[in-house]
C-alpha cells in the first residue's frame, strides 16, 4: 500500500492515475539529471527500488556499505532518498532514521519511507518527517516506477522555484 502526502493523483484500485495538469517542460528532460538514493540492507529491495527510479529517469547513486559511512553521504546533494525501516542499513532502524533525517532534512530533498506493512510506528515516523511518501509492505512494479515518476515532476517543480546562490 502506497501513502502519498505530497502528489496531485487519484487512487482507482491498486493503481495510481495522474490528475490531467500542465505539461512541464523540465519533466520531459534528461533523465539522470535528479540524483536518488536507496538505503536498503535487503539488495533484493534495493535492486527493485533502483530499477523503478532508474526507469522513472532518476539517477542513482552508490548507497554506503554501513552507516558509518552516512557522514560522507549527507554532504552530498540529492533530490530523492528512499530509506527501508524494514531492512535498515547497517541493521540498526535508529540509525538509519537519523541518516534519513540529516539527508532529508535539506529542502530539495523528496523522502519516501520504506515500512513494515501495517506498521503505524513507520507511517508517523514517515509522516513527522515530512516524507513524500510512505510505501508499507511490498509494492513494486508500475505502481513503483508512477510513484518515482510523481516524484520526478515534484522535484522538478521544486527545483525550478529554487533560487541557488554559490560562491
Not at 14 to 26: D, F, H, L, N, Y
Not at 90 to 107: F, L, Q, V, W, Y
Request: charged letters at 25%; glycine letters at 8%.
Amino acid at each position: 500500500m502506497m501513502v502519498f502526502f505530497d502528489v496531485e493523483a487519484s487512487v482507482d484500485r491498486g493503481t495510481i492515475s495522474p490528475r490531467p495538469t500542465t505539461a512541464i517542460s523540465r519533466f520531459n528532460s534528461v533523465p539522470g539529471n535528479l540524483a536518488s538514493l536507496v538505503l536498503s540492507a535487503d539488495p533484493a529491495v534495493r535492486r527493485r527500488l533502483e530499477a523503478a527510479t532508474e526507469l522513472a529517469g532518476w539517477s542513482i547513486c552508490d548507497v554506503p556499505k554501513d552507516g558509518g559511512d552516512f557522514d560522507v553521504v549527507a554532504n552530498h546533494d540529492y533530490q530523492l532518498v528512499i530509506v527501508d525501516l524494514v531492512h535498515p542499513l547497517g541493521g540498526d532502524e535508529a540509525t538509519a532514521e537519523r541518516a534519513a533525517e540529516r539527508i532529508a532534512g535539506r529542502p530539495e530533498t523528496l523522502l519516501v519511507v520504506c515500512g513494515r506493512e501495517d506498521s503505524i510506528d513507520h507511517e508517523v515516523w514517515a509522516r513527522c518527517h515530512g516524507a513524500f511518501c510512505h510505501l508499507s509492505g511490498n509494492v513494486s512494479g508500475d505502481a513503483l516506477v508512477s510513484l518515482f515518476n510523481k516524484a520526478r515532476a515534484a522535484a522538478n517543480r521544486h527545483t525550478s522555484r529554487t533560487v541557488r546562490c554559490g560562491a
